[in-house]
């Protein structure tokens, strides 16, 4: 009985391993209200940074590479750095946010969204959620010896977004559990 349950678990991962999945991507949305800049590093060289309009989208390679986009309010690497970090292998994506070069989004917050989160199947593919207002997020890296690092499979995009609360968030935030209803209350017509 064991047995033959072990015996078709492997034949439906073998099954599952062989459906080719689409590839996915990583996005970053900038939804601050003042500029952030970005450079996206993969193996080796460092580009210049360049202002993230509305948002920048990269697909995954499936060439093995790991990439780090590095955001900052500045054009320069060379202050502090969020890092929003993806890898492929094996029909995955493993991705992290990194605050060890610094967190200088952290009055607005970060939050990574992975698109097919909610998979029983793939119980680590869970949204990162660095909220308003915290100096120290432990939902990213903070120190190398962290564990951080969550996984989708390939086909799941990744939207990591810079204030996702927008540039009211923190007053927001403060409001505590009664956000939702404070909030809608506060788009009710006048008049009504
Ligand atoms: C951005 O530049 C300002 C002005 O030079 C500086 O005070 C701030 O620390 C810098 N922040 C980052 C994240 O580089």
Redesign the pocket.
């Known amino acids: 009985m064991q047995f033959k349950n072990v015996v078709a678990g492997a034949a439906v991962l073998l099954a599952s391993a062989q459906t080719t999945l689409a590839l996915g991507s990583a996005t970053v949305v900038n939804n601050c209200g003042f500029p952030v800049y970005y450079t996206s590093v993969g193996a080796g060289a460092n580009a210049a940074m360049q202002e993230l309009s509305d948002s920048y989208t990269q697909a995954y390679s499936n060439e093995g590479d790991g990439f780090s986009i590095k955001l900052?309010?500045?054009d320069?690497t060379?202050?502090?750095?969020s890092q929003f970090e993806f890898t492929w292998a094996n029909n995955k994506i493993s991705y992290d946010l990194s605050n060890i070069n610094?967190y200088?989004f952290s009055s607005g917050g970060m939050e990574i969204v992975p698109s097919m989160q909610n998979d029983p199947s793939n119980p680590s593919c869970v949204v990162v959620d660095c909220p308003a207002g915290e100096s120290v997020c432990s939902a990213a890296y903070n120190a190398p010896d962290d564990t951080r690092t969550m996984v989708c499979d390939q086909d799941s995009n990744l939207v990591l977004t810079i204030c996702p609360g927008g540039s009211s968030k923190r007053s927001v935030e403060l409001i505590g559990s009664d956000m939702h209803y404070r909030v809608h209350a506060r788009h009710l017509p006048k008049h009504a």
């Open positions: 900052s309010p500045n320069t060379s202050g502090s750095v610094g200088p």
